[in-house]
Nanobody, 118 residues
Framework: QVQLVESGGGLVQPGGSLRLSCAAS????????MGWYRQGPGKERESVAT???????NVVDSVKGRFTISTDNAKNTVYLQMNSLLPEDTAVYYC????????????WGKGTLVTVSS
């Protein structure tokens, strides 16, 4: 069983930066995609940034140029560097790792809260 533990959330002023980390315990060998998702107040969960096992990244338009996803495969960790934060980035951020071909699996972290406010 794989557990994902997010860290790095907190309160930051508009324009500030945070780096989120997600460490996986257990083997995630063979994963297809790792990613960050968020759910803001009164909103549905949305994809923020993903990275494939081949290193291809994708970020939602609203964070392009501000957020960067990266991995440290040796540490089974995925990061989300968030710069130029806006109040609308306020949300609970969740880490996900999944395998999309058989045998499929899908794991989620419990989330870390990011609050952007002055």
């Amino acid at each position: 069983q794989v557990q994902l533990v997010e860290s790095g959330g907190g309160l930051v002023q508009p324009g500030g930066s945070l780096r989120l980390s997600c460490a996986a315990s257990g083997s995630i060998s063979g994963f297809t995609v790792m990613g960050w998702y968020r759910q803001g107040p009164g909103k549905e969960r949305e994809s923020v940034a993903t990275i494939t096992s081949g290193g291809v990244t994708n970020v939602v338009d609203s964070v392009k140029g501000r957020f960067t996803i990266s991995t440290d495969n040796a540490k089974n960790t995925v990061y989300l560097q968030m710069n130029s934060l806006l109040p609308e980035d306020t949300a609970v951020y969740y880490c996900n790792v999944r395998r999309e071909w058989w045998p499929t699996w899908d794991y989620w972290g419990k989330g870390t809260l990011v609050t952007v406010s002055s």
